[in-house]
């Protein structure tokens, strides 16, 4: 059996990096590369990057320690008088206390509890402690709705101006343009007040030249955009590139990466976001949107003191602010909220539950107030299909279920091997040049076929579309021999030329967006998947509906159709099919299924096709896990070497914690510190030596029972505070950690009692534990190590690392790809 400890208040990763050329912890220069870190395979240097303040910025940042001394300026105070600046907070990618953190949090609301009955003041204080989580809500709500807006206008604007531009004012977009523009409706698309550049430049828009003109200036608009991405995001904010959700997910989990929520990361996200879409690259904003929103969530924390000053509240807020980016994405907000739980939070109680619903009620409903899409509703997508869906349908969904699942497995090994590839190569070296090869492709690959040279919002809001009598586009170029209908009822018709051309340029944007989005997502400018996975499985979609359409028409007479499919009947519906097919594809591509459905109906108002969407997001999950378990953004966190511990997965080994604990057989002893009798000298020595962030307190090297954890932070400023405010206190004092100390001698230096930031319950258990308990521990409990005893005897330790480690061996992975503790 397992001992565990009944008041769990941990330590700090005990052990930290030990790859070659890392060493966090040590206090080294800020200069060195060890400062620089991996984040979706470009080389970022952090001493630079932290646009966020610590929990304690008194301390500042503990750049090295010699002899005592550590460089930067930084005021102490007297640590026997209250608690040091800096004592009980993490360093920069070091994980969290999750255990430590509630307990804070707890203490924290328990003496502002008692302290209400004593004063008027007090219970205002409580009320509006209590009402500052709703409040931090609203702000973040308005936040992410209005940058939401903000940036869907712009992105717009900058995407019809590498068409054209509007005469009566350049800051309207083509829509905006021709509003009130007296045109028939065959030609509402042109308007006097629009021109296209080669009507600005030569005068027409009609002839080869007029073409090539109009081509020239596409592509030199789309690297303009994507030039200006990627350069401020080098520039100005490495952490912009990207999607954000692999990052959001480990931070969320515990880890630390300071600076990745910061304002700068905020402020040129926003901007390169809107230019990114803008070039035409094969990416979306909702996954960069979610990343916006954690950052206005961020931000907005240090407004509040119970937020600021404690890490796992703050990742309850981020977990609510996740929530809110999805409902601005898509229009979603109850999506967002599944989305929050089932894909990207760590931990989610009821109360963060609530509080997300909230936020993301009030980030939908600012977004709304913008209009963004001048539809007077909240997505780009709305549809309305007229036709019921048949029960023998449920095949072709489950058909794009499969096909779903088969292009997630895909993308997910093809992308990842690309990234790889960037990471190991010298590819990685130049950011802005492969940005521009891959834009320069899309653009010249994309402007051809319309369906590829709109935007790709555009593109599957019309793949959507449920073609009615004032439809013009191409797919709803039908034969029409019907004198009258109802409504918008069409019955199901022969295709004309227009829907067999549609056929073919789809086919071939198919081709296009399949393998330009393999390259594009993961490299240095903002972008997302969902809008690209989406297009695909629309394509395929409306593909195959138009198919399954045309076959009924002609032969509903078969005993598949006979039944519900009469002639001159509303059978079919090709944009349901496309519906379908993107929610399969985005389904394989991320392995969402609960939210993935309702983000759907929210997104399209299809309400009565839930279980069309159900079975084809179900059947593409059991197809894509079949082949690889991961999604999308748990290959990059694991390309990434983030230490996120999976809760989904089950761990079936019959290893025990004596197989994982260090020191291994053939190992140095562990380090550890003896509570009584050992000096400052021999302490800082340790320090030095090590690259521990933590050490275990024994009552003596003989003995070794264990007495409490101690961190590696903690001591550095305890001792030099100690050193700054204590008289007599020299490398030969003795350091205790115990209640009370014997008497000493007159000639004797003073002692250094360091009991205070003793953590005197580390959570342990025995050599014979098995690690699948240790797992579960390490997960349920958001752990950072435990340390390993028999009989109170300490033997080692085992960390996150470690246990990543050990799972990644048991699943013949490559244990080194864990890079951070």
């Known amino acids: 059996m397992a001992s565990y400890s009944h008041r769990w208040w941990q330590g700090s990763e005990a052990q930290s990096m030990d790859k070659k050329g890392y060493r966090r912890g040590s206090f080294q220069s800020s200069t060195s590369d060890e400062d620089l870190v991996e984040i979706e395979g470009v080389t970022l240097d952090f001493s630079m990057a932290d646009d966020v303040p610590p929990l ?74 209590a009402f500052s ?25 900058m995407t019809d101006l590498k068409e054209g531009v509007c005469l009566k004012g350049f800051w309207l977009n083509h829509e905006h343009c021709c509003w ?32 090539i003109l109009n081509y020239f200036m596409y592509v030199i608009w789309a ?70 929103a954690c950052c206005c969530g961020n931000i907005l924390c240090h407004l509040f003191v119970k937020y600021r000053k404690n890490e796992a509240k703050r990742r309850e807020v981020l977990s609510a602010a996740a929530a809110a980016g999805v409902s601005v994405a898509f229009g979603a907000p109850i999506g967002g909220v599944l989305f929050s739980l089932e894909e990207v939070s760590y931990y989610f109680p009821l109360k963060t539950l609530w509080r997300s619903f909230f936020a993301a009620l009030v980030a939908a409903f600012t977004l709304r107030s913008i209009n963004p899409f001048g539809n007077s509703r909240l997505v780009l997508f709305y549809v309305e299909f007229h036709t019921p869906w048949h029960l023998l349908e449920l095949v072709p969904f489950i058909l794009l279920g499969i096909f779903g699942g088969l292009w997630g497995a895909f993308f997910i090994r093809s992308n990842i091997a690309w990234c790889r590839r960037r990471k190991t190569t010298k590819l990685g070296r130049y950011p802005v040049l492969e940005v521009l ?16 040279r709109m935007s790709t919002s555009e593109l599957i809001s019309e793949l959507f579309n449920d073609c009615g009598i004032l439809d013009y586009s191409k797919l709803c170029e039908y034969v029409s021999n019907f004198n009258s209908t109802k409504g918008d009822d069409l019955p199901d018709r022969a295709a004309g030329p227009g829907v067999y ?19 594009t997502f993961g490299m240095k400018v903002p972008s997302g998947l969902f809008i690209p996975s989406m297009a695909v499985g629309a394509i395929v979609g409306r593909l195959l509906g138009v198919g399954m359409e045309q076959l009924a028409y002609y032969h509903h007479d078969w005993t598949i159709f006979s039944g519900w499919c009469s002639q001159g009947a509303d059978c079919i519906t090709p944009g349901l099919y496309a519906m379908v097919g993107a929610a399969a594809c985005l389904g394989g591509v991320t392995r969402m299924t609960v939210s993935l459905v309702v983000i759907m109906f929210e997104l399209t108002g299809g309400l009565e096709y839930i279980v069309p969407l159900m079975a084809a997001a179900m059947t593409s999950k059991w197809v894509a896990d079949a082949i690889g378990r991961e999604g999308i953004y748990d290959a990059h966190i694991r390309l990434n070497g983030y230490p996120f511990l999976e809760a989904k997965e089950e761990f079936s080994h019959k290893t025990l914690a004596m197989d994982v604990m260090r020191p291994r057989r053939n190992d140095p002893p562990l380090t550890v510190i003896t509570q009584d009798s050992m000096t400052v000298e021999d302490v800082e020595v340790i320090i030095n030596e090590t690259t521990y962030s933590g050490y275990p307190v024994v009552v003596s ?12 932070r903690d001591l550095i400023i305890s001792i030099e505070n100690a050193r700054k405010k204590q008289d007599g206190i020299v490398s030969t004092s003795v350091i205790y950690f115990t209640d009370h100390s014997p008497p000493l001698p007159p000639s004797s230096p003073s002692m250094l009692k360091l009991r205070s930031i003793l953590d005197l319950s580390p959570f342990t258990v025995t050599d014979q534990t098995p690690m699948e308990i240790v797992v579960d521990i390490f997960r349920k409990l958001g752990l950072r190590q435990c340390l390993v005893t ?32």
């Open 56 to 129: 304690d910025r008194e301390m500042g940042e503990f750049y090295s320690y010699n002899g005592g001394e550590m460089n930067g300026t930084s005021k102490m105070m007297d640590f026997l008088e209250e608690p040091l600046p800096g004592v009980g907070t993490y360093e920069d990618f070091n994980t969290i206390d999750w255990v430590r953190e509630k307990s804070r949090d707890r203490d924290r609301h328990r003496e502002i509890t008692s302290k209400s009955k004593e004063s008027t003041w007090a219970l205002i204080h409580s009320v509006s402690d």
């Open 701 to 712: 090297r003989e003995s070794q029972r264990l007495v409490g954890f101690v961190l590696r």
């Open 437 to 452: 090869v891959v834009t320069a492709v899309t653009a010249i690959l994309a402007f051809p076929n319309e369906y590829t």
């Open 223 to 292: 690297l303009l955009f994507s030039l200006l991405a990627v350069s401020l995001v080098k520039g100005f904010a490495p952490y912009a590139c990207g999607s954000g959700i692999p990052e959001i997910k480990t931070i969320l989990s515990g880890f630390i990466i300071r600076g990745y929520l910061g304002k700068w990361t905020l402020i040129i996200k926003t901007i390169t976001l809107v230019l990114a879409v803008s070039s035409g690259l094969s990416l979306g904003k909702e996954g960069p949107l979610v990343h916006v």
């Open 501 to 519: 051309t549609a056929m073919w340029q789809l086919a071939l944007a198919l081709i296009l967006k399949v393998f330009i989005t393999i390259f």
């Open 133 to 157: 989580g709703w409040l931090l809500m609203l702000l973040i709500g308005l936040s992410a709705g209005s940058l939401a807006g903000l940036i869907d206008i712009s992105a717009h604007w």
């Open 790 to 821: 028999h009989n109170g005897k300490l033997l080692g330790i085992i960390t996150k690392k470690d246990v990543l480690k050990h799972i990644a061996q048991m699943a013949n992975q490559d244990p080194d790809s864990i890079l951070f503790n």
């Open 180 to 211: 009130k523009a007296e045109t028939s409706f065959e030609d509402r698309d042109t308007c006097s007040e629009w021109r296209i550049w080669s009507q600005l430049i030569i005068g027409t828009k009609e002839g080869a030249f007029a073409y």
